[in-house]
């Protein structure tokens, strides 16, 4: 039985130093910060780097606080600049400063999210909402979210916590303005189309009054030279005509003049001779003309 007795004591004692060696060391993750515990107090000025490290097993102990980037989604509510309620959907990506994990631990614990980001996020988006109306979130929605990221970012850096992105993942209204803001695009639509068609209109009505413009220039070139074809053709026919005229009358004086030449009195005789019928006239005049001169015929005979 003593040696049954000493077995088992030896055996807990091996045990209890396995154990204790055992909780001699403590991991920090890759990523994280390790804060020592004694007791559960926080040992000033001991932040722990990743890796292994040795404690006092049974009294003290290493909490990891994990630096690296988180995302937090939450849904919260505020008002717009013109009395809107806006609900929101939030995505907030942040990381812990390393040199600052100490002190977050310290006076927040491992509750600093719902302690610090959440808070700061819901009074962030209440004050950014404030500074647009409802529609203007909805229009500047990538300023809004850039000023909530910058704001955000600004009052947790001071507590050891770093913003990386910011994004609102919805925004939505009361059905009031939904149904208002639906209404006022409908009339926009509506004021557009009837704007584009009285454009087109005009346009429309520009286009023909230029296609009149240059039928009626057309036109009017047209009659034009028409107008002077027709009074040079004119004018050519009664050159021609003129001309023809003078040709008619300077041929007529030609031949007038030629004939003049050949035509003597005698001609004239010998040709009333030559047409003589054989009667005398009743009447004998000397100087009668068409009265045949009988003596100078006689003369002429005489002479041949």
Not at 17 to 27: E, M, Q, R
Not at 142 to 148: C, F, G, H, K
Not at 162 to 183: G, K, M, P, R, Y
Request: include cysteine; glycine fraction near 4%; charge should be negative.
């Amino acid at each position: 039985m003593k040696n049954i007795t000493k077995i088992v004591i030896l055996a807990i004692a091996a045990l209890l130093v396995v154990i204790l060696a055992a909780d001699s060391f403590a991991t920090v993750p890759v990523g994280s910060t390790g804060i020592l515990l004694t007791f559960g107090k926080v040992e000033e000025g001991k932040a722990l780097s990743e890796g292994l490290h040795m404690k006092i097993p049974l009294v003290q102990r290493i909490v990891s606080m994990d630096n690296r980037v988180k995302k937090l989604e939450l849904n919260t509510e505020a008002f717009s600049k013109d009395i809107q309620t806006v609900s929101a959907t939030l995505a907030v990506n942040y990381r812990l400063q390393a040199e600052k994990s100490f002190a977050i631990y310290k006076t927040h614990g491992t509750q600093y999210e719902q302690n610090i980001i959440v808070p700061a996020t819901h009074e962030v988006l209440k004050s950014v909402c404030a500074q647009y109306t409802a529609e203007e979130l909805i229009s500047k929605r990538a300023e809004s979210s850039d000023m909530m990221r910058d704001e955000l970012d600004a009052k947790l850096s001071g507590m050891g916590i770093t913003v990386t992105d910011f994004n609102i993942i919805d925004f939505d209204f009361s059905d009031e303005f939904i149904n208002a803001v639906e209404a006022k695009q409908v009339a926009e639509q509506v004021k557009k189309k009837a704007a584009t068609e009285n454009e087109t209109a005009i346009a429309q009505a520009e286009r023909e009054k230029q296609v009149s413009i240059k039928q009626s220039e057309a036109e009017a070139e047209r009659v034009r030279i028409e107008a002077e074809a027709q009074a040079q053709s004119t004018l050519i026919a009664a050159q021609a005509q003129a001309d023809a005229v003078k040709l008619a009358a300077d041929a007529e004086a030609y031949r007038m003049e030629n004939e003049g030449k050949y035509v003597t009195a005698s001609l004239i005789d010998k040709i009333l001779a030559e047409n003589w019928d054989g009667k005398l006239p009743n009447v004998v005049g000397g100087d009668v003309k068409g009265i045949l001169n009988v003596d100078s015929l006689l003369d002429e005979s005489e002479t041949e």
